[in-house]
């Protein structure tokens, strides 16, 4: 069955250093996998997804995600983090199922950034 | 925009007590879906819809019903509230389910059952 893991439950790290949110996918064909970023006290906001094709995606506030298909992995990256970025993340899988596409979300990942 | 907008935001039940979520969105999209969040869980998908009279059971249906009378709306009810779902609920639409879309989602609605 289709699933999603983020080993990660929280993260901390300083503004303006570097950000990696690892994500790994179960799945037997290509994946149609997503970032999602959620503030507190809101829903859940698309920063980028992954169809097909270039396999390093570019999203939005300054992130970016790599595929890589050998490692059954999705990363979520970005270069020097600000303060703003403090949120919970979820990394997402399609299910397939009775012909209809549905979002399968991981647990989360929640980053904490430190002044 | 409103996009996708929930109510009520907060709400508190006695166990066995009966409500609906109302879910509305104005994008004219065709899909939508209620997920529930739990504190390390996730989101876990409770009920979606392809359209207007279409409506399908997702990960977690049990304890919960779901209407599609019009493209707009699409209420969540509870009929017989436990404390099992104490959650926070979120509403969500979509242009595209193949392939999937960008979902939209609501600000969610917290509900406490006691």
């Known amino acids: 069955a289709q699933s999603v893991t983020q080993p990660d439950i929280h993260i901390t790290v300083s503004e303006g250093a570097s950000l990696e949110l690892r994500c790994n996918y179960s799945?037997?064909?290509?994946?149609?996998l997503f970032w999602y970023v959620q503030s507190p006290g809101q829903g859940l906001q698309l920063l980028l997804k992954?169809?097909?094709?270039?396999?390093l995606v570019q999203g939005i506030k300054g992130f970016e995600a790599e595929f890589k298909r050998s490692q059954s992995s999705f990363n979520l990256r970005k270069p020097s983090v600000h303060w703003s970025d403090a949120a919970e993340y979820f990394c997402?899988?399609?299910?397939?199922?009775?012909?209809?596409?549905?979002?399968?979300f991981g647990a989360g990942t929640r980053l904490a950034v430190h002044p | 925009n409103a996009g996708v907008t929930q109510t009520p935001k907060f709400r508190i039940l006695k166990i066995g007590q009966s409500m609906t979520l109302q879910c509305t969105q104005d994008?004219?999209?065709?899909?939508m879906y209620w997920y529930r969040q739990d504190p390390g869980m996730g989101l876990k998908l409770i009920y979606y819809?392809?359209?207007?009279?279409?409506?399908d059971k997702g990960e977690v249906p049990n304890g919960y019903n779901v209407s599609r009378s019009t493209t707009e709306d699409f209420p969540l009810r509870l009929e017989l509230a436990a404390p099992s779902q104490t959650s926070v609920y979120f509403c969500?639409?979509?242009?595209?389910?193949?392939?999937?879309?960008?979902?939209?989602f609501g600000e969610g609605s917290r509900l406490t059952v006691l």
């Open positions: 994008m004219n999209h065709n899909y």
């Open positions: 799945y037997g064909a290509t994946p149609y």
């Open positions: 819809s392809v359209g207007a009279g279409i409506t």
């Open positions: 969500a639409s979509s242009y595209s389910m193949k392939p999937p879309g960008e979902l939209f």
């Open positions: 992954y169809f097909s094709g270039d396999t």
């Open positions: 997402a899988v399609v299910l397939i199922s009775g012909g209809y596409n549905k979002l399968i």
